[in-house]
């Protein structure tokens, strides 16, 4: 078997273990993400699930997910403890925690990330309502209202806007 296959191979037994654990869960939001989570970093050209036990990588995949998502807080849901998937995944929470932290490196996962937030933190994120000026975050409501909608229009996009006023 080749490396390839070795991955492929691995990446699908991924797929399953995250997959029915978020239909257990949590929701079919986290289960896309952690499958995006998977596929991203079975094309890295050092692909860390290549070897270790399979159960670490799929708890920590969705213990990275989860991290920026909130889900340990009590106030969101789905809520999960972080000590309930490294349980069901039969794994020692400081291994998963550990792990965790290198798939948020390898995948620049940060809160309100625009890839791998869920629905919710999306519509929720604080800085929706702000924008850019000179260097300055303001209140979107502040601008004017064709501006307003310029950054509504490039957000829908998937990019961001910011403005600068020319002084004379």
């Known amino acids: 078997m080749n490396k390839g296959d070795i991955v492929k191979k691995r990446e699908k037994e991924l797929l399953r ?25 079975g094309r890295k050209k050092e692909v860390p699930f290549k070897r270790g036990k399979i159960e670490i990588w799929a708890a920590a995949i969705v213990y990275a997910i989860g991290s920026i ?10 809520f999960v403890r972080a000590e309930e998937i490294s349980e069901y995944f039969g794994a020692n929470n400081s291994t998963v925690s550990n792990k965790a932290r290198q798939i948020k490196d390898m995948l620049d996962l940060w809160y309100f990330n625009p890839e791998f937030s869920t629905r919710h933190m999306i519509e929720s994120n604080p800085l929706n309502d702000m924008v850019m000026v000179d260097g300055f975050i303001v209140p979107l409501s502040s601008i004017p209202e064709d501006m307003q909608e310029m950054v509504r229009k490039e957000r829908a996009e998937g990019r961001d806007i910011e403005f600068t006023s ?3």
């Open 166 to 168: 020319r002084m004379n």
């Open 17 to 41: 273990l995250t997959g029915t654990f978020c239909s257990q869960r949590l929701d079919d939001d986290y289960r896309q993400l952690c499958e995006k989570g998977i596929l991203k970093l």
């Open 69 to 78: 998502n909130f889900l340990f807080d009590k106030s969101f849901e789905p």
